[in-house]
């Protein structure tokens, strides 16, 4: 009876497991996009993939091309902010002022509208009406349909319009780089109102959040009446925003300059982060992400957080990395992919882009059986060695498949744990013995070292092998570390993806 139990509990912790924790789904590759403008767009089965001159329209469930545009030579233009699909197209802006509307079956363009000025803001459609803003501030309406503009003349900002445009149905709301938050109405274009933030931001994003609209300005978090524009709270700190909100119905979060998180509810109490500090393991790289009730950072080393709400607590930690082996121009490796966006949420998962055109898929849920791999150790198998202090010992680990949570990680010595540190984003292990501290040094003979390592699904590696002590040996001089560029692009292009987690 117990041993029926254990292997029903243990099945079913196994299962929640994989329900909760995302895993890679599928890759696919498309051109090389350094400082891609945009981010891939959602559809109902499609995720269209901008790279920069070309549209890439990839199957959701495996990566698969489905068809590009241009079909042959690439754009002389580049694709800006995010596509949108419905009506049966799929609409993208272009740095030529141009919005096209292409057939989100085949590919094929249906019609093509031209702004005065690049449609820079991520743009919204709803109800039949796309809604583009520009570079120029202006914001225009568009027959979902035919492209053909809905308002008299577009509303005018004269400034430079980042980020979404964000609506509740009956407004628009968007932040321009000269601090300015902007709402207009959906029908006719008409100016609502203007709120002046106190300093121009880095990201004037505002965010709609229960009945709420949020923006940071320097050293301060406001939240703004969306009907009337005025202040129902802000929060003054000793250092500096700069990026962008995240809200949702319960809580709104900030990152300060230094990493640190804030969680507010919304009527402005701080309920983390203060007495306890929540702090960043690496730089973000764009604003937080709220989704299903969780926290998602997108970091410049390559690396995606997802922390609990309103705790703070580390739920998950992903490293995008090239396979193996790879080098750039100079026979640096290269750890990491350098990000190029924010997470796009799907059903049941998400896709991010890096700026070698790589578009990774994750998914709650899908099967991950794959352990760990222990790639490289320092000392190899069956190495002499002087066992004299100081000795130093590396290795590099790495899951492509649901990623190595870092709690799990050990290094031990003839079975003894020894003080061993991790860094994710380059997957190496470290460990320092040195005179003074309580490492000794280590006697002659045959020893046995052990890596364990778990990834969040649950499965663990335990790579062992043995090294040989001779203190009659001079000590070996320090070995130089090979020299590593992490998170430069790696220039890589080509077809589709496939599914599965091994890469």
């Known amino acids: 009876m117990r041993t029926w139990l254990g292997v029903l509990l243990a099945g079913t912790l196994w299962a929640v497991l994989e329900a909760q924790t995302p895993a890679t789904l599928w890759r696919f590759f498309g051109n090389p996009a350094p400082n891609n403008p945009a981010l891939p767009g959602v559809g109902k089965q499609t995720i269209y ?25 690439p754009l002389n233009t580049t694709i800006l902010g995010q596509p949108v699909e419905g009506e049966g197209l799929v609409y993208i802006g272009a740095s030529n002022g141009n919005v096209l509307a292409l057939d989100a079956q085949t590919g094929s363009l249906r019609w093509v509208f031209t702004a005065d000025s690049a449609p820079t803001a991520r743009p919204v459609l709803r109800e039949g009406v796309l809604y583009v803003g520009t570079g120029r501030g202006e914001v225009y309406a568009l027959n979902a349909r035919n492209g053909e503009p809905l308002w008299r003349e577009p509303y005018r900002a004269d400034d430079y319009i980042a980020g979404q445009l964000v609506t509740d149905g009956e407004t628009l709301f968007f932040g321009t780089n000269g601090g300015l938050v902007h709402a207009i109405s959906t029908a006719g274009g008409r100016r609502r109102w203007t709120f002046r933030l106190p300093a121009p931001n880095y990201d004037p994003q505002p965010v709609l959040a229960n009945n709420s609209l949020y923006v940071t300005s320097n050293d301060v978090v406001i939240a703004l009446n969306p009907a009337s524009g005025a202040v129902r709270w802000s929060r003054r700190f000793n250092t500096e925003f700069r990026l962008a909100p995240a809200a949702d119905e319960n809580y709104v979060v900030v990152l300060t300059r230094e990493n640190r998180v804030f969680v507010f509810d919304h009527m402005g109490k701080i ?13 973000p790289l764009t604003a937080p ?3 299903d009730g969780k926290l998602w950072i997108v970091t410049r080393r390559g690396t995606i957080l997802c922390y609990t709400l309103p705790e703070g607590k580390l739920e998950w930690l992903y490293t995008l990395r090239p396979p193996e082996g790879t080098v750039d121009a100079n026979n640096r490796r290269i750890a990491y992919l350098a990000i190029s966006g924010k997470l796009v949420f799907v059903p049941n998962g998400f896709v991010i882009a890096t700026a070698e055109g790589n578009l990774t898929a994750f998914r709650y849920g899908w099967v991950d059986r794959i352990p760990p791999q222990v790639l490289r150790t320092t000392p190899s198998v069956g190495e002499m060695l002087s066992g004299q202090l100081p000795l130093d010992f590396t290795a590099r680990i790495r899951d492509d498949g649901s990623g190595i949570n870092p709690d799990t990680v050990q290094w031990l010595l003839n079975d003894e744990p020894l003080p061993v540190e991790y860094e994710p984003s380059l997957g190496e292990l470290t460990v320092r013995l040195r005179a003074g501290t309580a490492a000794k040094p280590l006697p002659d003979g045959r020893h046995t070292m052990t890596i364990v390592a778990s990834d969040w699904a649950g499965n663990t590696v335990r790579h ?18 090979q020299p590593q560029q992490p998170g430069t692009p790696g220039g890589r292009g080509g077809g589709g993806g496939g599914r599965g987690p091994d890469f």
């Open 271 to 283: 309920v983390a982060g203060d007495r306890e500090p929540i702090e960043l393991r690496y730089e």
């Open 464 to 481: 062992t092998w043995a090294i040989y002590i001779d203190n009659s040996l001079r000590r070996a001089p320090a070995r130089p570390q």
């Open 49 to 73: 993939y901008p790279c920069l001159n070309r549209l890439y329209a990839v199957d959701m469930e495996d990566g698969t091309l489905k068809w590009q545009y241009p079909a042959d030579a």
């Open 289 to 291: 992400q709220i989704h």
